[in-house]
T-cell receptor, first 112, second 112 residues
Framework: EDQVTQSPEALRLQEGESSSLNCSYT??????LFWYRQDPGKGPEFLFT???AGEEKEKERLKATLTKKESFLHITAPKPEDSATYLC?????????????FGAGTRLAVHP | GAVVSQHPSWVICKSGTSVKIECRSL??????MFWYRQFPKQSLMLMAT?????????EQGVEKDKFLINHASLTLSTLTVTSAHPEDSSFYIC????????FGQGTRLTVV
């Protein structure tokens, strides 16, 4: 059964304090791994898609990396506006409808 | 810009009544749409997959007679929560294939 586990559940950082969020997954065949940012009361905002081990993508202070078993979302010198819940999802090659399976998310709070 | 639009953004209904939520794909045709539900401080769970012109496919544990899905056109899918109860209060979010990585803004349903 496909599984996605994110850690930590919650993370509190001081402004400028870099850190990483983890997403470990178990799928029969990975089609893609997705990272999202979600603000309260809003739909998930797409950040990155990673398709193969070794792939990296960057956007402003965020950098996502992928291995065969997990993905990391690195946040460099975060700002208070980076506070949000970060969701990871996988898309299984074996699924007929390409549905996304989500992790529980990491709630990030960045304090000035 | 947004690729999927939901309406309404929020709705309050009385227990026992039905409520309809719309999901529209913007600027593209969606043969498949996905409906997710998110409870407070929890992640997104796929409820059902709707296919234009055919019956929806429901995930295990989701009552198909309670959550009616209609995908009557290539740009519109509707989710009707029938005989709503307070436990149906949740955040409902959709996405549309082939751009299934992008989500609508969500609909907050509160049943009182």
């Amino acid at each position: 059964e496909d599984q996605v586990t994110q850690s930590p559940e919650a993370l509190r950082l001081q402004e400028g304090e870099s850190s990483s969020l983890n997403c470990s997954y178990t799928v029969s065949g990975l089609r893609g791994l997705f990272w999202y940012r979600q603000d309260p009361g809003k739909g998930p905002e797409f950040l990155f898609t990673l398709y193969s081990a070794g792939e990296e993508k960057e956007k402003e202070r965020l950098k996502a990396t992928l291995t065969k078993k997990e993905s990391f979302l690195h946040i460099t010198a975060p700002k208070p506006e980076d506070s949000a819940t970060y969701l990871c999802a996988v898309q299984d090659l074996s699924g007929g409808y390409n549905k996304l399976i989500f992790g529980a998310g990491t709630r990030l709070a960045v304090h000035p | 810009g947004a690729v999927v639009s939901q309406h309404p953004s929020w709705v309050i209904c009385k227990s026992g009544t039905s409520v309809k939520i719309e999901c529209r794909s913007l600027d593209f045709q969606a043969t498949t749409m996905f409906w997710y539900r998110q409870f407070p401080k929890q992640s997104l769970m796929l409820m059902a997959t709707s296919n234009e012109g055919s019956k929806a496919t429901y995930e295990q544990g989701v009552e198909k007679d309670k959550f009616l899905i209609n995908h009557a056109s290539l740009t519109l899918s509707t989710l009707t929560v029938t005989s709503a109860h307070p436990e149906d209060s949740s955040f409902y979010i959709c996405s549309a294939r082939p751009r299934e990585a992008f989500f609508g803004q969500g609909t907050r349903l509160t049943v009182v």
